[in-house]
């Protein structure tokens, strides 16, 4: 091998180191790339799942709400019924007082009836 020859050799090498650097650099950026590309699929496929998760979950907040308000107006209903109950109550309590006093009129007059008779 002649010198010429090796010191071309040689400066073609160093011409060629640049571009052998910049292709490994492209090798690397290539990697990260790809990697940045998979996390990115990865993360949006969660994203996407927390949203699905989120719909399903004001789905079934909607239909709780819904049995709440149908309870609510059952419960409405019924303390409506006991109001009335308790005034149906009070309208009982009064009639019998009522028919006690009369109970007690007729005893007396029974009895004077009974105390009466010869």
Do not use: Y
Not at 4 to 23: F, G, M, Q, S, Y
Not at 31 to 42: C, I, P, V
Not at 51 to 61: A, C, G, P, Q, R
Not at 70 to 80: A, I, N, P, V
Request: net charge negative.
């Amino acid at each position: 091998m002649t010198a010429n020859t090796l010191e071309e050799r040689v400066a073609r090498l160093e011409r060629l180191k640049p571009i052998l650097e910049a292709e490994s650099l492209n090798t690397l950026l290539e990697d990260q790339r790809n990697f940045l590309n998979r996390l990115d699929h990865q993360v949006n496929v969660r994203v996407h799942a927390v949203e699905v998760s989120i719909t399903d979950l004001k789905f079934d907040v909607g239909q709780v709400m819904d049995r709440v308000d149908k309870l609510d107006g059952r419960m409405d209903k019924m303390e409506s019924s006991m109001v009335e109950m308790k005034a149906e109550m009070s309208e009982m309590k009064t009639e019998m007082s009522v028919m006690k006093a009369d109970i007690a009129t007729m005893k007396g007059m029974l009895e004077l009836l009974v105390a009466a008779r010869p």
